[in-house]
Structure formats: C-alpha cells, structure tokens
C-alpha cells in the first residue's frame, strides 16, 4: 500500500474511533467544558495582548462551545467560518451568534449576505476545532481539509489553537505536507503549548 493510503487509512480508523469515544460525552460535561474554556481564553493574556479579531466557530455535535466569548470580550471582533462547495473557508464578521444560521452539513454559519467576509490575514487569533489532537500540535479534522487551506493563507504573526477535550488529546497523528500545525491545544484543563520533540 502506498505511504498517502497508509496515512489516509489511519486517519480515517482514528476518525471513527475518536467519534465513537465523544458519544460517552455528556450534555453537562460539554456545558461544564466549554465554560472552562471560555474563561481560560478570557484570562490568556499571551493569546489576547495584541490580539484584535478572532476566528471561533459555531459547535456542532460533540464541540466545544465558545459562544460565552462574546460576553466575555466584547470588544475583541470575533468572525466566523463559511464553508463553500470547493472546500474552501470564508471568514465573515459575526456580532452575536444568535444571527447564524442552520448552513452546511448541519452547521450554524453566516449569513453571506449580512455578514462582512474579513480577509483570512486579518484573522490574529484562530480557535480550531477538530476530532483528535496530538501533543506536537497536529490536528485531526473531519477530512475535508477546509482549515488546512484556510490557515494556509494566514498572516505570519496570527496565532493557531486548537479547541477541545482532554478525551481528544492523543500520542500522535500523523502529518502530511498540508497539514497545518497548532500551537498547542486549549482543554479543560488549560492552555498546553505544543511540544516539538
């Protein structure tokens, strides 16, 4: 088997194991997460002293949900992701997250034509989810490849995290060429920057 189809299988076996263990998450724990990390994003002075815009994201499923961000910091911009049907992001300005609306695959996004598009290297801060993350900053999605693109198009100063659960945290995932690294992964139990061995 050829070294792509080798990767794609594993990742495609830690995808369906990592969504079978996140049915065991329960609505309280997701609720009790979330507000956990909603104010270690909050209380981060290294991902907020020059830090203006915020790519966040609207959860869907089993995710984390940061839509407390906007109370808690209401003069950062925070801007939301929508996915188009050649698999690329836009990001578009978002005031509250009660303006989303039910978009693709389920997810709640903006509003195309209420929502200002903000160029993807005006973004300082992106807060990613994922399936699975591992402790040297790679990131598992749910295979389209929609945020390796768009963080691929990112300013050199703008900071990448991904969001999620301890539970999601694994030894290793391994990386292709455009597969684009984290900075270290924001759980419940805190800020944990990378470690590049």
């Known amino acids: 088997m050829a070294q792509g189809n080798i990767i794609y299988e594993g990742k495609k076996r830690l995808r369906a194991q990592m969504r ?7 609505t309280d724990q997701l609720q009790q997460f979330s507000a956990a990390i909603c104010s270690h994003i909050a209380c981060s002075k290294h991902l907020l002293s020059s830090t203006n815009t915020i790519a966040i994201f609207a959860a869907h499923s089993k995710e984390i949900d940061l839509s407390e961000l906007h109370e808690s910091l209401p003069d950062m911009r ?17 005031t509250s997250p009660t303006n989303l609306i039910l978009g693709s695959y389920g997810i709640s996004e903006p509003k195309l034509s209420e929502h200002s598009e903000v160029d993807t290297a005006d973004v300082d801060l992106f807060l990613c989810p994922g399936l699975a993350f591992a402790i040297n900053g790679a990131r598992l999605g749910h295979g389209g490849g929609y945020y390796d693109r768009a963080l691929a198009t990112k300013s050199s100063r703008a900071m990448v995290w991904g ?7 694994v030894d290793h995932i391994t990386c292709e060429k455009h597969d684009q690294l984290m900075q270290g992964v924001i759980t419940e139990s805190g800020i944990m920057a990378a470690r590049h061995d």
Do not use: A, R
């Open 20 to 26: 079978e263990h996140l049915k065991s998450t329960t």
């Open 78 to 94: 925070f801007v939301y992701p929508f996915c188009h049907k050649d698999k690329i992001l836009s990001f578009h300005t978002v």
């Open 163 to 169: 969001v999620g659960m301890n539970i999601q945290i």
